[in-house]
């Protein structure tokens, strides 16, 4: 037994990572899987077990417990964080990348039908979170830095967020503090709120699953079965293909296009590893092939990558909010109360957006409701949200109307985070 705590005490930082990580996802599944009349957190039950061992983490009287004390993490700039940070990109990677490529078959057709509501479904949710957080940005004590934070964190939107905190950096270099405190207070219930939104929803409304389903489904328009057979793939998998669909979106997420004067010195936009990724998957999985090169991989292996790559961010996203959360509220001099304001400005801002967009999909475009939750999944650029709706609803179609949506919303929050900072704290 001594020897066994002697070698785990000497654990090395990776495997304490590992460890780490594995006990969070496991505990986190197990949490998920607790079914409270019909509902569940399923796959989010990780970011909330992550959120809570993160702050755990973070007590000082860790330290000093032997082997756990391996786990104790001072800030966010302790080297496991880092490493809690790239298992988070990596599943994000892995989860756009493989919902690309599932709807990819299917995307265009559903756009040309439904173009005309999806961009105005992620125009009107945007600009109904974008107002909110400009009513709560006039309130004494708030203003436009806290506000876009609380926005960013409740739309759980990274490039708005880098945007905000990029914009207050030019104006307010002292305020960006209060943008971290404002995403970090607000996140967690924009990921749980989501989740929990589309899964209500069908049953308030009675909604017979089966028949919702065959709404949104519709034959693949595919190249013929003849010249399928004139390509060959790499691998038994579709592995490659898909990499190189990751590469190729990864070069696309990296493009930056400046949104101020000062060129890239100053705030620029980026689809970043969710909207390149997401995009370049859907166009490669559209075409099916590079030339003679299949580019299809197999479903069961897509599958898979999504449901362990959403695990993963929401593994590594949780755990660093967690401690980020706490480092925040200790840093700041404003009191307790600017976060109880901050999560319930992120409760509103994460309802008000959904409640009308859902609204105004079901009343005015007529949207089947799987069609109308995912394109709200997609205008909240909830990724976790969408892993919940396709195992809620049973189909893959409900990605269409994500991958719809998302890139219209992620460019909004962008310019609307930057601009709200710009006018008010000029």
Request: glycine residues 12%.
């Given at each position: 037994m001594e020897e066994l705590l002697s070698n785990l005490v000497s654990l090395g930082a990776t495997p304490?990572?590992?460890?780490?990580?594995?006990?969070?996802?496991?505990?986190?599944?197990?949490?998920?899987?607790?079914?409270?009349?019909?509902?569940?957190?399923?796959?989010?039950?990780?970011?909330?077990?992550?959120?809570?061992?993160?702050?755990?983490?973070?007590?000082?009287?860790?330290?000093?417990?032997?082997?756990?004390?391996?786990?104790?993490?001072?800030?966010?700039?302790d080297s496991k964080i880092s490493s809690f940070k790239f298992l988070s990109n990596i599943g994000l990677v892995l989860f756009v990348t493989s919902v690309g490529s599932i709807a990819g078959p299917k995307f265009f057709r559903d756009l040309k039908v439904?173009?005309?509501?999806?961009?105005?479904?992620?125009?009107?949710?945007?600009?109904?979170?974008?107002?909110?957080?400009?009513?709560?940005?006039?309130?004494?004590?708030?203003?436009p830095a806290y506000a876009t934070g609380i926005l960013s964190g409740a739309l759980t939107s990274t490039p708005a967020f880098s945007a905000a905190k990029d914009t207050v950096a030019e104006l307010a270099e002292n305020q960006v503090g209060l943008v971290v405190l404002g995403q970090a207070v607000s996140y967690p219930f924009g990921v749980i709120g989501v989740v929990l939104f589309v899964q209500v929803m069908p049953?308030?409304?009675?909604?017979?699953?089966?028949?919702?389903?065959?709404?949104?489904?519709?034959?693949?328009?595919?190249?013929?079965a003849k010249d399928e057979k004139k390509r060959f793939a790499l691998d038994e998998y579709g592995f490659a293909a898909f990499g190189l669909a990751l590469v190729f979106g990864l070069l696309l997420g990296a493009i930056k296009i400046p949104l101020s004067a000062k060129g890239y010195a100053g705030p620029c936009f980026s689809l970043g590893t969710t909207g390149g990724p997401l995009i370049m998957s859907l166009i490669l999985a559209h075409f099916g092939h590079i030339g003679p090169i299949s580019m299809k991989t197999d479903v069961h292996a897509l599958k898979s990558f999504r449901e362990f790559g959403l695990m993963l961010f929401l593994l590594g996203a949780g755990v660093e909010g967690g401690v980020v959360l706490v480092q925040q509220i200790?840093?700041?001099?404003?009191?307790?109360?600017?976060?109880?304001?901050?999560?319930?400005?992120?409760v509103v801002i994460t309802i008000i957006p959904m409640v009308v967009g859902y609204l105004f999909a079901k009343y005015i475009c007529k949207l089947p409701l799987l069609s109308n939750l995912g394109s709200i999944t997609g205008g909240m650029t909830s990724t976790p949200a969408l892993g919940t709706l396709i195992s809620t609803a049973g189909t893959e179609d409900v990605a269409g109307a994500y991958a719809a949506t998302y890139p219209i919303a992620l460019v909004l929050v962008v310019l609307a985070n930057q601009l709200i900072n710009s006018l008010m704290l000029a």
């Open positions: 304490t990572v590992l460890l780490m990580a594995f006990f969070v996802c496991f505990v986190g599944y197990a949490l998920g899987a607790v079914q409270v009349k019909g509902l569940n957190l399923g796959t989010a039950g990780v970011f909330l077990f992550a959120l809570l061992f993160g702050y755990l983490c973070t007590l000082p009287g860790l330290k000093e417990i032997p082997v756990l004390g391996k786990f104790y993490m001072a800030d966010a700039a439904n173009a005309k509501t999806y961009v105005p479904m992620g125009a009107l949710i945007i600009t109904i979170g974008a107002l909110v957080t400009v009513l709560f940005a006039m309130i004494p004590g708030i203003g049953r308030l409304v009675k909604a017979d699953l089966a028949k919702e389903r065959t709404l949104i489904s519709a034959p693949v328009a595919t190249a013929a200790s840093q700041s001099e404003l009191g307790a109360m600017l976060v109880v304001y901050g999560f319930l400005a992120g």
